[in-house]
C-alpha cells in the first residue's frame, strides 16, 4: 500500500504541475467533480483500473469511479445506448457499429486484452483444419467473431462448413465448452485458463494473430461534460499499470480473485503486458473497420477517423 500511494503522490505533483502550466488556472477541486461510470467485461482487460480504484488511486484523486461488470457484449452496449453507464472497455468492431448508427461514442485509448482459443478435451480437435462440421461458438460483432473469421480464413476453412452459434454470455459460453455443448470457442482471461484447467486446449490466440481490437470508449456528451474525470480515470490507470508492472503477482493476487478468477488459477494466468495509456492504432481501427464492410455491418463510406477521439492526444496522460 506505501508503494501504491508512492507512484499516486508522484502522478498527482506531475499531473497537477502539467495541468496548472498547460491552463494557467488552479487545478479542480474534488467538490466540483462528477461521478464517472465505467463499465467492462468479466475479463482482465480493464485490471489497471480495477487495480487503481481497489487501492485507493481514484478516491486520492478525487474521482467517484463506479466500475459495472457485464458478462456479453450485448448488454454492454445496451447499458452505454440507455445511458446507464458513461464509457466502456469494448471492441473495435462494437464501437464501430454503435458510432456508425448512433453517432454518440468515441475511442480515446488502446487497452490491453487477449483471448484464447480453446478447443474442447471432447472435440479432440487438435489443428485449425479439422473445424469443418464442428460447433464454434461465436458473439457477433465482437473481437470474437472477428478473431473467429480470421482463423477460418488462416486454415483455408469456409465459414459454411462450420457451425457458429451465436453465445455472446462469456461465461456461458465457457459452460457450454465444458460440457461438450459446443466444440471450440475464443475466450477471454480469466476463461481461459479455466477451460485450460479443466483439461481443454488452446490452439492460438489473438495476440499471436496480431489482433489488437480492444479499447476504452466514451459517448461524446461524457468527453465534452466530464473532460477532466476522464483525465482523472487515466491518470489512475497508468498508476494501476505501473503497481501492476512493478510489483510481483503475489503480491496482488487478491485484487484478481475479487475481479472474479477463482483462486485456484490465479497464479496460471498470463496477464496482458499492460502498458501507459496509448491513442487507438488507426491501423488497427482500419482492419476492424474494413472487416465490418466485407460484412455489409456499417457503410461503405465509414472511416476511422469518425471513431477515434482527438481530445486526448495531446495529454500528458495520454502517448501516440
Not at 445496451?78 to 445511458?83: K, S, V
Not at 486484452?113 to 473445424?131: A, P, T
Not at 480464413?153 to 459454411?160: E, N, T, V, W
Not at 457458429?164 to 465444458?178: F, G, V
Request: net charge negative.
Amino acid at each position: 500500500m506505501k508503494n501504491i500511494l508512492l507512484f499516486l503522490s508522484v502522478y498527482i505533483v506531475l499531473f497537477t504541475a502539467c495541468q496548472h502550466k498547460k491552463n494557467d488556472t488552479p487545478p479542480i477541486s474534488s467538490a466540483e467533480l462528477q461521478p464517472l461510470r465505467l463499465g467492462m467485461m468479466t475479463t482482465l482487460d480493464g485490471l489497471p483500473f480495477y487495480m487503481a480504484k481497489q487501492q485507493g488511486v481514484y478516491d486520492s484523486l478525487g474521482l467517484d469511479l463506479n466500475i459495472i461488470q457485464f458478462n456479453s457484449a450485448n448488454d454492454r452496449d445496451a447499458a452505454f445506448q440507455a445511458g446507464q453507464i458513461d464509457g466502456m472497455i469494448t471492441d473495435y468492431t462494437s464501437a464501430a457499429i454503435l458510432e456508425s448508427r448512433y453517432h454518440d461514442i468515441s475511442l480515446i485509448m488502446r487497452t490491453e486484452g487477449y483471448s484464447c482459443f480453446i478447443v474442447s478435451k471432447e472435440s479432440r480437435i487438435k489443428r485449425l483444419q479439422e473445424l469443418p462440421r464442428h460447433n464454434v461458438a461465436i458473439s457477433h460483432n465482437t473481437t470474437v467473431e472477428y478473431a473467429t473469421d480470421q482463423i477460418l480464413k488462416k486454415a483455408g476453412i469456409s465459414p459454411d462448413v462450420v457451425n457458429l452459434p451465436e453465445i455472446a454470455p462469456i461465461s456461458l459460453r465457457l459452460q457450454m465448452l465444458q460440457y461438450g455443448q459446443v466444440d471450440a470457442s475464443f475466450l477471454p482471461e480469466p476463461y481461459a485458463s479455466i477451460a485450460m484447467k479443466g483439461g481443454h486446449k488452446s490452439l492460438i490466440s489473438t495476440q499471436e494473430l496480431g489482433i489488437n481490437f480492444i479499447g476504452t470508449a466514451f459517448s461524446r456528451k461524457s468527453i465534452s461534460e466530464k473532460r477532466k474525470e476522464i483525465e482523472l480515470l487515466i491518470t489512475g490507470y497508468n498508476v494501476g499499470v505501473d503497481y501492476i508492472q512493478k510489483h510481483p503477482q503475489k503480491e496482488w493476487e487478491q485484487v484478481l480473485v475479487e475481479l472474479g478468477v477463482p483462486e485456484n488459477i490465479t497464479g496460471l494466468i498470463a496477464l496482458p503486458s499492460y502498458s501507459q495509456a496509448s491513442r487507438p492504432s488507426t491501423k488497427d481501427v482500419g482492419e476492424a473497420i474494413r472487416w465490418l464492410k466485407e460484412k455489409h455491418r456499417i457503410p461503405d463510406q465509414y472511416s476511422e477517423t469518425h471513431l477515434i477521439d482527438t481530445t486526448y492526444i495531446h495529454s500528458q496522460n495520454i502517448s501516440q
